[in-house]
Nanobody, 114 residues
Framework: VQFVESGGGLVQPGGSLRLSCAASGFRFSEWQMSWLRQAPGNVRESVATISDASLWTNYADSVKCRFTISRDNVNNTVHLQMNNLRPEDTAIYYC????????WGQGTQVTVSS
């Protein structure tokens, strides 16, 4: 099992980023997928989840109406479109199945700062 996250970076408040995650080593289309984040000194928290066939999505209250999760079951990828970013969105972002595989990628750093 492997997750490779990408797309993070430094962005000003109000800006946008699109994160991508390439997953392998399991039957991707059979699993719900999640994006999670961990800020310094905080526990890892779930940000967004999408069902196996993209029929439903779920978001943390803090990101509703700003973030959009999507997936591509042909290419085994999951994405997170993040708009109107805030300084409190600064964290390392990870993807995983839901429930998680107990294996984690390196994550991608998102820093929101002026």
């Amino acid at each position: 099992v492997q997750f490779v996250e990408s797309g993070g970076g430094l962005v000003q408040p109000g800006g946008s980023l699109r994160l991508s995650c390439a997953a392998s080593g399991f039957r991707f289309s059979e699993w719900q997928m999640s994006w999670l984040r961990q800020a310094p000194g905080n526990v890892r928290e779930s940000v967004a989840t999408i069902s196996d066939a993209s029929l439903w999505t779920n978001y943390a209250d803090s990101v509703k109406c700003r973030f959009t999760i999507s997936r591509d079951n042909v290419n085994n990828t999951v994405h997170l479109q993040m708009n109107n970013l805030r300084p409190e969105d600064t964290a390392i972002y990870y993807c995983n199945t839901f429930p998680d595989q107990h294996v984690w990628g390196q994550g991608t750093q998102v820093t929101v700062s002026s």
